[in-house]
């Protein structure tokens, strides 16, 4: 037990409900980028909120050429800036951190690991590498029996992006299920891990005046956001084969989707849960050649002024082609034939270098009917409820109230609830979370491989459809609400995107 644990938890009632077991991760990609960013402060957390076991393992594998000591060395000045930073549970922590040094096509390099995996419990293989090492690592876990090891229970973590298709995600797929089972496979998504994300469960599931009205007849449309302000940075060599729409939409958005309209799951288990977010994305309706311009909307930043600084445009990027057309924005208006959703359009928009970031999820209510009652005064404009996922996390129910005075006039009003006021600034990392439960074997927030599939046969018909027919690809400022066009696709509907 370490300084933090029993006083954290009962501080902020996170609940030690669940520990990992004892056990060893093995980081492979672990002088990269996401493991000093994300991986290793997470497990860092975990450790000092007291969720790791006391015997519990890192192992980093990369072919760089450091020692253990040169390792915890390296994350010992990266955690200076965790929150939960003290040189005794730093040191504590690091001192179960070890170096592994291959490169990820020598199998000697995993024969060698096979002796550091012996001293007990459960193995997670976690892939933080690029993805073009996948299938490299994963055959070689395979073929070395690494996936198999007597009286261990194993699972393999894979990072995203899983495929760049539908055809390429199905391959990924069955390399995995030659050597590993479906419940060893942990594919990320991290907005999963997401504590506003989750709420989104508990806001519809725990309150009984949400599912009456949870449906067609009831709202009017849905409208899904997620904004960034930065550009794409130093990720130009993937985001360039990527796209906003494979980045974002084929993941993060369509799961924010999937959550908001699936039928209520028979249990909070992870099969249960999946199997509705499944249906919900197989009844997709599939955007065709013939609309794919009017119903999707793609866009590239262009240089500009930005918060007083000129900022490049995407094709001014390096590594960029001039030509490039890669999308860093997209806004598109998914539907869902079923009974709950037919006719309710899902206006989706993603895209970088815009005015603010701000992940949220609007559902619009239909507005009350017209009838001699407000005659004479404006109607009441349309409830809306807001899931702010960041940043300022929290829901917010506009409603209309009178306003003070002597006569009936409305004004809108929201009801809100900040996460911050109730419950302190401090919400766990979508990492401590998704680990905890990679840990913990419990895939509850981890897509499954026919849900993947379902994300991906949606995407891919319209990249295929952009591909045939290649629509433009429009401009926008940098601090921009993002292209101009895509305004048009909720207003031809007589709608318009919320202030962004
Ligand atoms: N960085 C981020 O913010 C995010 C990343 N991701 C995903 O996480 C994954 C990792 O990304 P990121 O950390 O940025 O990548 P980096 O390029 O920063 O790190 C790659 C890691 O893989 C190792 N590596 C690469 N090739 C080999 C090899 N042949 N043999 C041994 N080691 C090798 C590198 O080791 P060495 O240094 O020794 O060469 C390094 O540790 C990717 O799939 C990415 O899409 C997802 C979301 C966000
Ligand atoms: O997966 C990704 O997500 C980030 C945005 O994540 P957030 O938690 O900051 O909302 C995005 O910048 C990146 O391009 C993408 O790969």
Redo the contacts with the bound molecule.
């Keep these: 037990m370490n300084s933090y644990s029993t006083k954290y938890n009962m501080e902020t009632g996170l609940g030690l409900k669940k520990k990992a077991p004892p056990g060893v991760i093995c980081i492979f990609?672990?002088?990269?980028?996401?493991?000093k960013?994300k991986l290793v402060p997470a497990l860092y957390a975990l450790y000092v909120r007291g969720y790791l076991a006391e015997n519990f393992k890192i192992i980093g594998f990369?072919?760089?050429d450091w020692s253990d000591e040169f390792t915890r060395q390296y994350f010992k000045e990266a955690l200076m800036g965790h929150p939960f930073f003290n040189d005794r549970d730093a040191d504590e922590f690091l001192a179960a951190l070890f170096y592994h040094r291959?490169?990820?096509?020598d199998p000697e390099g995993y024969a060698a690991l096979r002796k550091k995996l012996s001293f007990g419990g459960d193995i997670i293989y976690y892939l933080?590498?690029?993805?073009a090492?996948y299938s490299t690592i994963i055959e070689n876990l395979g073929e070395s029996g690494l996936c198999n090891l007597e009286g261990h229970n194993i699972r393999i973590v894979i990072?995203?992006?899983f495929g760049s298709d539908l055809e390429t995600a199905r391959g990924l797929n069955s390399l995995l299920l030659r050597y590993f089972k479906e419940e060893q496979i942990y594919r990320i998504d991290?907005y999963l891990g997401k504590e506003t994300v989750q709420n989104i469960l508990a806001l519809r599931f725990g309150n009984s005046i949400f599912e009456p009205i949870w449906n067609s007849k009831y709202i009017d449309h849905i409208q899904i956001t997620v904004a960034e302000k930065i550009g794409v940075g130093s990720r130009i060599n993937?985001y360039e084969k990527s796209g906003a729409l494979r980045d974002m939409v084929q993941n993060h958005i369509l799961q924010l989707l999937s959550l908001v309209t699936m039928e209520v799951p028979t249990s909070f288990e992870s099969d249960a849960i999946r199997n509705e977010k499944v249906k919900i994305l197989k009844n997709l309706v599939p955007i065709k050649q013939a609309e794919v311009s009017h119903k999707v909307i793609r866009a590239q930043y262009v240089g500009g002024y930005l918060d007083g600084g000129y900022v490049k445009g995407y094709r001014e990027e390096e590594g960029v082609k001039i030509d490039s057309t890669t999308e860093t924005y997209v806004a598109l208006k998914a539907e869902i034939a079923s009974w709950r959703w037919a006719g309710v359009p899902i206006y989706i928009r993603t895209g970088k270098r815009l005015s603010r970031k701000l992940s949220e999820v609007a559902v619009f209510f239909k507005p009350v009917p017209e009838t001699s009652l407000w005659f004479g005064r404006p109607s009441p404009a349309p409830n809306a409820l807001i899931m702010q996922i960041q940043p300022d996390e929290g829901i917010s129910l506009l409603t209309n109230v009178k306003s003070p005075g002597y006569s009936m006039e409305l004004i809108k009003h929201p009801l809100n609830f900040k996460y911050e006021h109730s419950f302190g600034d401090e919400l766990p990392e979508a990492y401590e979370r998704l680990l905890l439960d990679a840990l913990t074997a419990d895939p509850v927030l981890y897509t499954r491989a026919d849900e993947l599939e379902a994300l991906w046969a949606y995407i891919t018909g319209i990249r295929e459809a952009w591909d045939i027919v290649s629509p433009p690809v429009y401009s926008y400022l940098p601090g921009s609400a993002g292209p101009i066009m895509a305004r048009k696709l909720p207003a031809e509907e007589g709608r318009r995107w919320r202030r962004l």
């Excluded at 990609?29 to 493991?35: E, M, R």
């Excluded at 291959?102 to 096509?105: K, V, Y």
């Design positions: 990609g672990i002088t990269g980028d996401l493991s960013k990369a072919r760089r291959s490169s990820f096509d933080a590498t690029p993805p090492s990072e995203k992006p991290h993937y």
